[in-house]
């Protein structure tokens, strides 16, 4: 995988960043600002621990958990981006290419979900 070096990057949003760019924009962030990569099995706890953030906010806002006074509902987006930034951090320490990955994955769910999720019946009831 080529990284960009942070001269080449831009740090404005992309609203059709790909999952490429994204890889390399967290790659040329970690180099520049990280020092280096937390250790693979660190990283696998700091995405656990931002999932339980994310969980928590999702469960406050669509679940019937209550926030606490104080509590800040309008990070959801950022929540998001924690648990995305850990997982290219991962990906990336570990040689995984997700724009290859993630199509692999859906032609897999393709071939053994074609019908399977339509047949289920619990999925024509409304909720
Ligand atoms: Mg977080």
Redesign the pocket.
């Given at each position: 995988m080529d990284f960009l070096s942070s001269d080449q990057r831009s740090v404005a949003p992309d609203s059709e960043l790909s999952l490429a760019d994204a890889q390399r924009q967290v790659h040329a962030w970690i180099q520049e600002h990280g020092v280096r990569y937390f250790a693979p099995l660190t990283n696998l706890a700091q995405l656990v621990e931002?999932v339980g953030?994310l969980a928590r906010l999702l469960s406050r806002t669509y679940g019937e958990q209550s926030f606490k006074p104080g509590e800040d509902a309008t990070r959801l987006p950022?929540?998001f981006a924690?648990v995305l930034f850990v997982l290219l951090c991962l990906a990336n320490q570990t040689g995984v290419d997700l724009t290859q990955a993630l199509a692999a994955n859906l032609a897999k769910k393709t071939q053994r979900d074609r019908d399977r999720h339509k047949q289920n019946p619990k999925l024509q009831q409304n909720q």
């Open positions: 931002e953030e950022d929540e924690d």
